[in-house]
């Protein structure tokens, strides 16, 4: 499982985080969970299903807590959703309306 000790802890200020910046750091959490088996050459499917890239149940948990230790953010329970979880770009939007609160 991913802890705190494994996140980038690139925390910055939401008004500091744009939105290249907040996809940059999805995709670097989503390619450190898959690891070396799940490596994905060329330019990162952002909108791709997370589960067709490799992610199951138990790494898209350690996903969500990654999320939450990189941007510093709580995710409520009401939004654990497979929407907000099925793509780099659902994530994003999740990631960005989280940081703007």
């Known amino acids: 499982m991913l802890n ?16 290249e910046d907040v996809r ?3 995709i670097g959490l989503v390619r450190h969970i898959l690891g070396e088996e799940g490596a994905i050459a060329g330019p ?8 067709d890239l490799g992610i199951s149940s138990l790494k898209m948990l350690n996903l969500m807590l990654a999320v939450e230790v990189e941007f510093d953010i709580a995710i409520p329970q009401t939004e654990i959703t497979p929407e907000n979880f099925h793509s780099v770009e659902s994530m994003q939007t999740l990631t960005e309306r989280l ?3």
């Open 24 to 26: 940059n750091r999805l």
């Open 99 to 101: 940081l703007r609160r």
């Open 44 to 51: 990162f499917p952002t909108d791709r299903q997370l589960s």
């Open 4 to 19: 705190a000790n494994d996140a980038r802890g690139n925390v910055a200020a939401p008004e500091n985080v744009g939105f």
